[in-house]
């Protein structure tokens, strides 16, 4: 049963001089540069008023909830004995801010007078304490630096920039002194201090909380201590140490996941900070629209009843290892992200390969590509707004990678998904008019080379010849000639005249001509911009046997480039795993 034991409003003043523990079941510290944004604002806009009983108005608050820890576990956690420690239960996000401002307000305005600063250690940061205090702008750069040493300290870090960038913004505007008092003194928390077991009061007050998740519900879940009752009642570091086992083991886990190289691997959009809830919906087999938003957790909660929490945390650990080996194994980190990035689901991916050996369950993926995107159509026959174009020219670009076994480079999933890419064409139908005479006159060599095999206009042809012996009217002949040209629209609008392209290069260089293009892709991958490899090799002319002339795409390039889409497409189901 909750015992309340104290619940008080408590201006932050009466905070800095307490001790605080954060233990491994609690989330780690997430608050966005946003949050912060908003936190700091609403402080510096508070106006403290004096009510009709002489007192000053304050800011609230969410409750902070504490539990005041005993002698043995402060010994258990190695605190200090002969100091009051309170475990957090509820707010240590809050908490966690809070000190980031007031350690900044310390640094950055209060010289030798400052204020005394709350003791914050967490249960599965050991040197969380000494990181917090060490926090500082440096003096050259004028900035914070971000220490990605481990998820919280990436988070805490950002935070506290985000402070300082906040403070900057207002330049000398800003009345440090007021925004001080309104937040030391004007400022209260909700203090309720209970006596109860820390993680069912953890549970039962965040279930139906807006700002928590699945994961954050079930980690609290899997570390209630009744799941430890194999251990001996009295023997709480026992306990302790299983359930600090299975936190390392679960933040190591997030810490992976918020690679985006990985989690874009196995995912085609973003989602909260809390990635690992990613792998319990897999487990849970959760469907992307549910009207239950603890559908997931509830899963957990029914799964414990019938099983042991270290059978179930083993099964997330299989889980979790499946997906990683996956993603360190280059032949599966291509074949598995293609079939995600097209709209294969990840649950089906993974339940087709239980019971399978590597080269059995790479068979079963080859055969899910061939059916997914090589049908029985001829893909010659593809025009540029179908469908099965952008899933092609993406095969293309990753089984060139994985048929050159030299080749170590690995297909970027995230920036394919995070940026916007489209299906480019190489000729474009409207392109601007050549502007030198060896442009122009290579110009005129591929439309005559493309009068050799098309029927054009009687007219065109007899300009054609005018032209090529005298410049002086080609933008005309250019016009006239792309004028035809679009009634045969689908010349340019097949395979063999299509390429993948980020959104940015693709405005970049619009309709310009083929060397302008090459050369802003060259520009573009020289500044770190990932170009797709089939892209480069189409504007370097590597499919053509012919690069006398670089300034065009012709016919003969269309038709070598297509020879090795068609072939490289093809050889996913030939190829020896």
């Not at 973003?270 to 990635?275: F, H, N, Q, V, Y």
């Not at 080749?407 to 999933?413: C, G, I, K, V, Y």
């Not at 190489?426 to 050799?452: C, G, S, Y």
Request: glycine share 2%; aromatic share 12%; net charge negative.
């Amino acid at each position: 049963m909750n015992t309340q034991l104290l619940i008080e409003p408590m201006n932050i003043q009466l905070l800095l001089d307490k001790n605080f523990f954060i233990p491994s079941y609690q989330r780690g510290y997430r608050w966005s540069p946003q949050q912060i944004k908003d936190f700091l604002n609403d402080i510096k806009e508070f106006d403290p008023k004096t009510n009709e009983i002489g007192e000053k108005t304050w800011y609230c608050l969410q409750p902070l909830v504490i539990k005041p820890m005993d002698t043995y576990t402060k010994a258990v956690f190695n605190l200090d004995e002969t100091q009051d420690w309170y475990e957090v239960i509820d707010g240590q996000q809050r908490l966690t801010t809070l000190f980031l401002v007031v350690h900044y307000i310390n640094e950055m305005w209060k010289g030798k007078q400052k204020f005394a600063e709350f003791s914050l250690k967490y249960e599965t940061r050991a040197n969380s304490e000494d990181f917090l205090k060490q926090l500082e702008v440096n003096d050259a750069t004028d900035i914070v630096a971000i220490n990605d040493q481990n998820i919280d300290f990436h988070f805490i870090s950002t935070a506290y920039n985000t402070i300082h960038q906040w403070v900057k913004g207002f330049g000398n505007s800003l009345n440090t002194g007021e925004f001080e008092s309104k937040l030391i003194y004007n400022t209260k928390v909700i203090w309720y201090e209970t006596d109860s077991d820390s993680v069912e009061v953890f549970t039962r007050i965040n279930v139906g909380k807006i700002p928590l998740t699945n994961a954050e519900l079930i980690k609290a879940l899997f570390l209630n201590n009744s799941n430890f009752a194999d251990a001996n009642d009295k023997d709480k570091t026992k306990i302790r140490l299983k359930q600090l086992e299975i936190a390392s083991e679960w933040d190591r886990m997030e810490y992976n996941l918020q690679n985006d190289s990985f989690w874009y691997f196995l995912n085609n959009k973003s989602t909260t900070t809390t990635r690992i809830e990613f792998i319990f919906d897999l487990i849970a087999n959760k469907l992307e629209k549910t009207h239950d938003e603890f559908y997931t957790f509830r899963h957990f909660v029914e799964k414990l009843k019938d099983s042991n929490i270290k059978e179930v945390w083993k099964q997330v650990k299989q889980c979790f290892q499946v997906l990683e080996e996956w993603y360190n194994d280059r032949k599966l980190y291509h074949k598995v992200g293609f079939l995600v990035a097209t709209g294969s689901r990840i649950k089906d991916i993974f339940d087709s390969s239980k019971g399978k050996s590597k080269s059995e369950f790479l068979n079963d993926l080859n055969q899910k590509i061939h059916d997914s995107v090589i049908s029985k159509d001829d893909i010659s026959t593809l025009k540029y707004r179908s469908e099965k174009i952008r899933p092609i020219l993406l095969l293309h670009n990753i089984q060139t990678m994985l048929n050159n076994e030299n080749e170590t480079n690995r297909f970027p999933f995230d920036r394919f998904k995070k940026e916007k890419w489209d299906v480019e064409h190489i000729t474009a139908i409207a392109e601007e008019p050549p502007q030198t005479d060896k442009h122009k006159r290579d110009w005129l060599d591929e439309v005559k080379n493309f009068a050799m095999k098309n029927v054009i206009k009687p007219e065109l042809l007899d300009q054609l010849e005018i032209v090529s012996l005298d410049l002086l009217n080609f933008d005309e002949f250019y016009r006239n000639f792309l004028k035809e040209f679009e009634e045969n629209k689908g010349e340019v609008d097949n395979i063999n005249n299509l390429v993948l392209l980020d959104a940015h290069t693709n405005r970049s260089y619009k309709n310009a001509v083929f060397p302008i293009k090459r050369s802003t892709i060259i520009e573009r991958e020289k500044a770190g911009v990932f170009v797709p490899i089939s892209t480069k090799n189409v504007f370097m002319k590597f499919y053509s046997d012919d690069v006398s002339q670089m300034s065009f795409w012709g016919e003969k390039d269309k038709e070598l480039y297509f020879s090795d889409l068609n072939s490289t497409i093809n050889s996913v189901c030939n190829t020896s795993n």
